[in-house]
């Protein structure tokens, strides 16, 4: 099927808070927000989350069906604001359209390396460390553990693992 990855607008807002809710309840330990107050966020505040793709210091991106419409996936890039590496942000693929055959993820993946390349030759993500999929895949896409940790802001009992890939 195919799809365009494209940068997320302010009118896309229903469309990220359908995708967002999709992702807090197949993989709550990806993201620190939870599903609750997800679906608490008023228009506005959804607004403003779907137009983090039009932010000058940092992307954010969609793979959208060409056919239907449908977000089939989004992530997005942020700048570290203590100087170091981009960082992979907001990562989330429909189950449905997962998998190196459907190629959402790696051409997601490549459009934010392609945007992390104008800051810095390296970009960094943190995964939490049950996230076993996640941490398979990007270390299939040449990420490291570099061996910083942080507590996972939802369960500070739980940490979230440093990873980086020089592009």
Do not use: C
Request: glycine share 10%; aromatic share 10%; proline share 4%.
């Amino acid at each position: 099927m195919p799809f365009t990855v494209r940068s997320t607008t302010r009118d896309d807002w229903q469309a990220m808070r359908k995708l967002r809710l999709e992702a807090l309840a197949d993989t709550p330990i990806a993201f620190g927000q939870t599903v609750e107050n997800a679906r608490a966020m008023s228009e506005g505040e959804w607004r403003a989350y779907a137009g983090r793709g039009q932010d000058a210091n940092r992307t954010f991106l969609a793979a959208v069906d060409d056919e239907s419409g449908d977000f089939l996936g989004m992530m997005g890039g942020a700048l570290d604001h203590a100087g170091g590496a981009p960082f992979l942000v907001g990562v989330f693929v429909s189950p449905r359209w997962r998998g190196k055959a459907a190629g959402v993820t790696d051409a997601l993946l490549a459009a934010v390396e392609d945007w992390a390349r104008g800051f810095d030759i390296r970009l960094q993500l943190d995964v939490h460390e049950d996230n076993a999929r996640a941490r398979a895949y990007y270390e299939s896409r040449g990420f490291v553990l570099t061996g910083q940790t942080v507590p996972y802001p939802l369960d500070r009992t739980r940490l979230e693992l440093n990873m980086l890939k020089r592009l």
